[in-house]
């Protein structure tokens, strides 16, 4: 048999296309699980944060806008990317309510849930179904967006970042909420609560809540894999942001900020 080496670019062609099913097959599951945790989304949260998952939120917010008073009331137009169940949108309306945001997420049965948020109900919010590696949004279109406990489900954070900055206007915001991995010198004791114990609590609740029909696989997996905030730091710069990060609940909690550098 005759051996042959691959080109280049035919490696490259493959390997892209194995990346493109490889995401495929993850956004699936993606779908599937949350589509069956929807309706005891809410719940599983409260339960799986011992009720401080509306701090997170409250705080994001908080420091997104958190800035000179003239800046801030030209912040109006704004994406809430992996929006589920609608409240960091909602919390987005509950600190600045002359907002228009759009809620965007790749699950059609979360986003039913999100039609209950205050922002929805008052006109201020639209949702959108749809993947954060593929925004439906022009060039520099937004003044901000956001997203919370989205990131570790991006299959190539990097590349589905500079999507996200594609789409802000320059000087406009962006923010990134998410469990912490190796944030602070209790990393080992933080890894232990929110990969295992964390990921029990979720598993006992929707197992409780769903009587055993929803599985609770992704959190422990992908926690495991997602970057520091000095990672994802530099993912930040290199995508275009001026960035800077806070930590929460001694370092369970990351909050990313960036600022649009202009070109
Ligand atoms: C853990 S939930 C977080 C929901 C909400 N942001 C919050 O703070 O509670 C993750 C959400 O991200 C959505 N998601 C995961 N991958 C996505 C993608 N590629 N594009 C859009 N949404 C995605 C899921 O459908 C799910 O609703």
Request: charged letters at 25%; proline letters at 3%; a neutral charge.
């Amino acid at each position: 048999m005759v051996g042959f080496k691959q080109s280049e670019s035919e490696t490259t062609v493959i390997e892209s296309k194995n990346r493109e099913e490889g995401k495929l097959t993850y956004n699936n599951m993606v779908k599937q699980d949350f589509n069956i945790l929807s309706q005891s989304y809410d719940k599983i949260n409260l339960f799986m944060s011992l009720g401080t998952d509306k701090q997170f939120r409250y705080l994001t917010i908080k420091n997104l806008l958190a800035s000179h008073e003239e800046d801030f009331a030209r912040l109006n137009t704004w994406v809430d990317i992996g929006t589920g169940t609608g409240h960091l949108a909602n919390e987005l309306f509950l600190q600045k309510p002359d907002v228009y945001i759009v809620g965007m997420d790749i699950t059609q049965g979360m986003l039913e849930f999100s039609k209950d948020r205050q922002a929805h109900l008052r006109g201020n919010m639209d949702l959108v179904l749809g993947d954060a590696s593929q925004l439906p949004f022009r060039t520099a279109a937004l003044d901000g967006g956001f997203s919370g406990f989205v990131g570790r489900h991006f299959t190539d954070y990097p590349k589905t970042l500079e999507e996200h900055h594609r789409i802000i206007r320059p000087y406009g915001r962006y923010s990134m909420l998410e469990m912490g991995r190796r944030a602070t010198p209790l990393a080992p004791l933080i890894d232990v609560y929110v990969g295992q114990i964390m990921g029990l609590l979720g598993r006992l609740a929707a197992y409780i809540v769903t009587k055993g029909n929803a599985p609770f696989r992704l959190l422990e997996e992908t926690y495991a894999r997602f970057y520091s905030p000095t990672e994802l730091t530099k993912i930040f710069d290199h995508a275009g942001f001026k960035t800077h990060y806070k930590t929460g609940l001694m370092g369970s909690i990351v909050i990313m900020l960036g600022l649009r550098r202009p070109e």
